[in-house]
């Protein structure tokens, strides 16, 4: 069953019980996990996400997910799914262009020249080195 989800109670409720346990989020495809609880054997869910305008909606075959109620797998998905599409994001944001050669030399003749201060001479047996 389709779960709207929110930052609501349920999702900082179902957030706490997915913490307290331990679940093994896999990426499957985009908006796509498998979510294994590794404390029971054979517990293996799927964990769909979807979007519908500002809506989003989660979606999870365990028998709390069939009954309509936010599961820690949906929580612990979502974790994952936030940096997935962090990632995303990232990956379309485009790096700035590299300096051209001529902004480099231009940005050189900038600078100040560098001139460094050396100490006094070492003296070995009263001879300057
Ligand atoms: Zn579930």
Do not use: W
């Not at 957030?15 to 029971?40: C, I, P």
């Not at 612990?76 to 940096?83: F, G, S």
């Not at 990232?90 to 790096?95: F, K």
Request: net charge positive; hydrophobic share 45%.
């Amino acid at each position: 069953m389709r779960i709207e989800l929110a930052e609501n109670d349920s999702m900082a409720r179902a957030a706490k019980r997915a913490r307290a346990s331990r679940l093994l989020v896999q990426v499957l495809a985009f908006r796509n996990y498998r979510v294994t609880n590794l404390k029971k054997a054979g517990a293996v869910y799927a964990v769909t996400f979807s979007v519908e305008g500002t809506r989003r909606f989660g979606n999870c075959d365990c028998v709390a997910g069939e009954r309509g109620v936010l599961c820690k797998h949906i929580a612990a998905a979502a974790a994952r799914h936030i940096c997935a599409a962090q990632e995303m994001i990232a990956a379309q944001t485009a790096t700035p262009a590299p300096p051209t050669a001529q902004e480099m030399h231009a940005a050189m003749d900038a600078a100040p020249v560098f001139k460094p201060t050396l100490p006094p001479a070492p003296k070995f047996r009263g001879v300057e080195l």
